[in-house]
């Protein structure tokens, strides 16, 4: 079973940053063979593919994040990390950390963590003007 706990939410104001961390458990110990990403749900908003790290290391983002936010990993730790600079109210959102293991992702799925089959429970991130 795979679990997933974030941290590092809060509230910023606009152009203020917020470094989230996510833990993984997977049953192989390591993570090196899921594919991990963050997706968020705003208020009145549909749930949003934000970025996602592959399990070689390439990286996808979506256009509303590319150039602000930045997805890394590391294995060693079993964790994952999402830098987001320049923040927007627009970011405000519950960001949730996702999983999949390597063998179940395909090319449609890859660039879509709002997919992955295993989330944490949240960490929510308030950006006021």
């Known amino acids: 079973q795979v ?3 974030e941290s590092g939410g809060g509230s910023v104001q606009t152009g203020g940053s917020l470094r989230l961390s996510c833990t993984v458990s997977v049953p192989e110990n390591s993570i090196k063979n899921y594919y991990l990403g963050w997706s968020r749900t705003g208020v009145e908003k549909e749930r949003e593919g934000v970025a ?3 399990t070689v290391g390439r990286t ?5 994040v590319k150039g602000r936010f930045t997805i890394s990993r590391d294995n ?3 964790t994952i990390y999402l830098e987001m600079n320049s923040l927007k109210p627009e970011d405000t959102a519950m960001y949730y950390c996702t999983a999949e293991r390597v ?4 090319l449609a799925l890859e660039k879509r963590p709002e997919k992955f089959s295993s989330w944490g429970q949240g960490t929510q991130v308030t950006v006021s003007s």
Request: hydrophobic share 40%.
């Open 76 to 78: 060693a730790k079993n």
């Open 103 to 106: 063998d179940s992702v395909t």
């Open 60 to 64: 996808f983002y979506s256009e509303s």
């Open 52 to 54: 996602t790290v592959a």
């Open 3 to 5: 679990h997933l706990v």
